[in-house]
């Protein structure tokens, strides 16, 4: 392989530009991820070849079912759009090992099938709707003769880097400016170094001088990749993806996953955490053989856009990491806040009928609070640590889901503490009367 780099040297080449190429990622926040491939018609799921025990004829008869039909990447993009996604990373290649678009190197294709290249369309239909780009590539194949030999043959270990080179090049030489290259499952390798991940990521870097990489080719690269549960990083760029339903990221039967499927509310509980503890969420869905977006992530996703459009300012963009209870609100609702700490936004899951609702633990007072939704300004007081808003509207103001934001603007950073056993236990605060004494 031609230019060959030493893991420090690397390490030094993308550092140096990672805060340029970082900086839409990080203010990014949403993005959707779209798990499509000829496991959509198996519908048990994208694992389905190994765990269902296709053999490699048996399961190339899922090209008979597979039938994607004219415009479904729009229909993804479009959808994504109205959700709010700022990103779409498609599964351009899965473990199952079947290329979604016309590869020389692998002829197991879309554009041999069907005529079709899904990721130019894929491509274009994300440009049209304004969205980054991502390209998801497995290092697993089920069909290629030396991947699972290269564990422990070299040269079936060179073939196949070859291969999964070869395919990445097309990828990123092929459809212009990418932004993501998301690597899945680097076993059974479990060094980079057998990867040689170092090497051919600053070759296909040099193709793409602005892209981001993740942390599945066993390197840290440019952002960390907890799957199926929101986990912060603390000091690195991070990205948790989510299937829709806690089951599959492949199609499954969307009347039967129903009960299942996420709703807004949920999703936006795992954005808070995201815009929490700067990172972003790849909620995933999981097209019909046909393409088609299943019925049951449609309107969960609608609702979530509609939501977007009135609060997004709580979601998106650089927020203060707020690690713990720092900035915190109470029991119904947890805060986001912008990186300077002077604006709070309080994510109200349940609205006081009651017309008034307190938080203690704001050591300073806000100059304003206003519901974020609606503009409406709020009257509150503020003695002690205890913030008291008043005069709320009885009935809850967001009437997409339910989830009302109240921003709170301070002229200082605002000054937060919680305490976490007892009421008592709050520092160089005045313990005033009726509090604890
Ligand atoms: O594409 C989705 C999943 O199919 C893919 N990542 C997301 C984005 C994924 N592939 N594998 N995994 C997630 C984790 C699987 C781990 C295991 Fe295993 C498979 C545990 C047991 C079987 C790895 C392979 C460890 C032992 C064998």
């Known amino acids: 392989m031609e230019n060959r780099i030493t893991p420090e040297e690397y390490k030094a080449f993308t550092k140096e530009s990672k805060d340029r190429r970082m900086e839409w990622f990080r203010n990014a926040r949403f ?38 039909k004219e415009g479904c990447a729009e229909e993804w993009c479009k959808l994504a759009k109205e959700a709010g996604a700022k990103y779409a990373v498609l599964t351009t290649r899965h473990h199952e090992g079947f290329s979604l678009w016309n590869s020389k190197v692998n002829s197991f294709n879309s554009y041999n099938y069907y005529g079709r290249d899904i990721v130019k369309e894929f491509v274009e239909a994300c440009r049209k709707y304004d969205l980054r780009i991502g390209l998801y590539s497995s290092l697993m194949d089920w069909r290629h003769p030396d991947a699972w030999k290269c564990m422990d043959d ?23 400016k990418i932004d993501i290259l998301w690597y899945d499952m680097p076993w059974p390798q479990m060094s980079s170094k057998n990867w040689d991940s170092v090497n051919r990521n600053y070759k296909l870097r040099q193709l793409q001088p602005d892209i981001l990489i993740n942390n599945r080719s066993r390197m840290a690269e440019d952002f960390f990749t907890p799957e199926e549960s929101v986990s912060p990083e603390k000091d690195a760029d991070w990205e948790a993806c989510m299937t829709f339903n ?29 815009a929490r ?18 019925k049951d992530a449609v309107e969960p996703l609608q609702k979530l856009g509609a939501w977007l459009r009135d609060n997004g300012e709580a979601a998106y963009g650089l927020k203060a990491r707020l690690d713990g209870n720092e900035v915190g609100a109470n029991q119904i609702g947890h805060c986001t ?7 709070v936004y309080v994510w109200e899951y349940v609205w006081p009928k009651a017309g008034k609702m307190s938080f203690g633990g704001y050591l300073s007072a806000p100059k304003k609070i206003t519901i974020l939704g609606t503009g409406e300004n709020v009257e509150f007081e503020h003695v002690g640590h205890r913030l008291t808003l008043k005069n709320l509207p009885t009935e809850c103001p967001d009437k997409h889901v339910g989830i009302t934001v109240l921003k709170m603007e301070f002229d200082e950073p605002c000054q937060y503490q919680f305490s976490s056993y007892y009421p008592q236990m709050l520092n160089g605060v005045d313990k005033s009367e009726g509090y604890g004494n």
Not at 277 to 294: E, F, R, T, W, Y
């Open 31 to 68: 993005g959707m991820f779209i798990h499509y491939g000829l496991f959509a018609a198996a519908e048990t799921g994208e694992w389905a070849q190994l765990w269902d025990g296709y053999t490699i004829k048996e399961y190339e008869k899922m090209t008979e079912k597979f039938c994607p």
């Open 154 to 176: 070299e040269e079936a270990r060179a073939r196949f880097l070859q291969y999964i080179e070869d395919m990445n090049v097309e990828l990123l030489s092929n459809y212009g």
């Open 246 to 274: 806690g089951i599959s990221w492949g199609y499954l039967d969307e009347d039967q996953v129903l009960p299942y499927t996420y709703s807004a509310n949920q999703v936006l509980r795992m954005l808070r955490t995201c």
């Open 277 to 294: 503890a700067g990172g972003n969420l790849l909620l995933n869905i999981g097209p019909k053989p046909d393409g088609s977006v299943p």
């Open 337 to 343: 806040a912008s990186v300077d700490k002077k604006t």
